[in-house]
């Protein structure tokens, strides 16, 4: 079978960019070997969001007292908090496979491995070409080389979304954005949770402000915190599992009932025919020039695989990139400015550059920052605790956007906004917000400028 384009992997990059492809009249062979919608919507991102639901209304259940509605009693039914993130996942992937019943997309649930630089084979031994091939494969949980890894009760994200209870006792190897979420829903649930992170912060590629005042935060809600600890092997024991590591010159320990390992994901380059195909790769993923055009001309990458930013949404517009290429147009996507959120609570959110970064590249800029507990709606929400901070170049133009506090995730999406149109601190404060309104921190970081 012949196609205009093969797209390998149906994830948000894989999807989204074959319904793109099919709407400006491109056909497109698409193939998964999984279930459609990748591991943002079957173990990741979308899973994940449901469990944070269920956390926070669990949250405002406890804290109900301080707003005047007194509680008696509740009860969290765990069965029916996965049950229900089931039935979410359902949905969504159903949702999707009836986008992708287009005429010009020809959806091929089978493992798919390149031949050449513009053929294909399945398992069955079908055969399928296509002018141009885009690879978005996605990435896997890495495990790291810790003695113990493959015990029982050792789980990977995957895994802990399908737990049948609620662990008393939780361990979590590794402070990033995955770490970080399943900590903050866990404790929300009940669990007593301890992190163990090597770097010497929480949330490393975050700016510093942010990663300490997060801690801070989760640290108040119970979250034990040991940072620059190293892991050095995990032991079943008649009370648990025994996870050892050293930590301030010292050799320590400590049990658990569920050990999460959330030390990231590598790019999914295992068989999938890239030798074969002479296409450059790495464990860091596969390498692209900025088309995302791999080594092999009629070879494209996006997404995980090619390990330039693991996060969904950055592989939808990097696949929307390859097809404007592909069709000689002028793409006015920026894929530097890619906003990032953590769904802790408080949660997180970030876009474009931390001030480590300017100072790492020389770049002569300008920081400044607000609180949330001068704004007025988050003060009447209940929730003072939180930061924002602006990051503007030596003409005014932001170039960063940092925030920690509610609705932190959607706030940040408001700087990606302006940054994308260069917009100024100076402009920035003289646009009207809406009051009362928790964006009103975002004018208020601009006029400390």
Request: glycine share 8%; hydrophobic share 40%; aromatic share 6%.
């Amino acid at each position: 079978m012949n196609s205009d384009i093969i797209i390998i992997g149906a994830g948000p990059g894989g999807y989204e960019t074959a319904l793109y492809a099919a709407k400006n009249g491109l056909s497109v062979t698409l193939f998964e070997e999984r279930e459609a919608g990748g591991t943002c919507l079957h173990e990741g991102c979308i899973p994940t969001k449901c469990f944070c639901r269920s956390a926070e209304a669990a949250d405002i259940i406890a804290e109900s007292e301080a707003l005047g509605i007194r509680i008696t009693s509740h009860e969290i039914d765990f069965g029916r908090v996965v049950e229900r993130k089931n039935e979410m996942v359902k949905q969504l992937t159903s949702g999707i496979e009836f986008l992708l019943r287009n005429k010009l997309i020809t959806y091929v649930p089978q493992h798919a491995r390149l031949l050449d630089s513009h053929i294909v084979t399945t398992d069955d031994g079908s055969k399928y070409t296509a002018a141009h091939i885009l690879i978005a494969t996605g990435s896997k949980s890495k495990i790291p080389p810790i003695k113990g890894c493959d015990l029982p009760g050792v789980l990977t994200s995957t895994e802990m979304l399908d737990l049948d209870h609620i662990p008393e006792r939780l361990c979590i190897v590794g402070a990033g954005v995955i770490g970080l979420e399943f900590a903050s829903i866990f404790r929300s649930f009940g669990s007593q949770v301890t992190l163990l992170e090597y770097a010497k912060e929480i949330l490393p590629n975050f700016d510093n402000d942010i990663s300490k005042r997060l801690k801070q935060a989760l640290s108040k809600r119970g979250l034990e915190f040991f940072n620059q600890a190293a892991v050095t092997a995990i032991e079943q024991t008649v009370t648990g599992l025994d996870v050892h590591y050293t930590w301030k010159n010292q050799d320590c320990s400590i049990t658990a009932d569920k050990v999460l390992i959330a030390v990231g994901r590598s790019p999914r380059v295992e068989g999938i025919g890239l030798d074969e195909a002479g296409v450059h790769y790495s464990p860091k993923g596969i390498e692209t020039d900025n088309n995302l055009q791999t080594n092999v001309d009629s070879i494209y990458a996006i997404g995980d695989v090619n390990g330039r930013c693991m996060l969904a949404h950055a592989a939808s517009f990097q696949g929307r990139k390859v097809i404007d290429h592909l069709l000689g147009r002028d793409c006015q996507i920026d894929l530097d400015i890619v906003p990032a959120a953590v769904f802790t609570r408080p949660e997180a959110g970030m876009v474009g550059l931390t001030e480590e970064e300017c100072k790492q590249r020389g770049i002569t800029f300008t920081a400044k920052k607000a609180l949330f507990r001068a704004n007025g709606k988050a003060v009447s929400m209940g929730e003072p605790d939180g930061l924002c901070k602006l990051i503007a170049d030596e003409n005014g133009v932001i170039i960063g956007g940092h925030i920690f506090g509610a609705h932190a995730a959607d706030l940040v999406q408001e700087i990606a906004a302006l940054m994308n149109r260069r917009t100024t601190v100076s402009q920035l404060k003289e646009m009207i917000h809406a009051h009362p309104t928790l964006s009103e921190v975002l004018q208020e970081c601009a006029r400390e400028f």
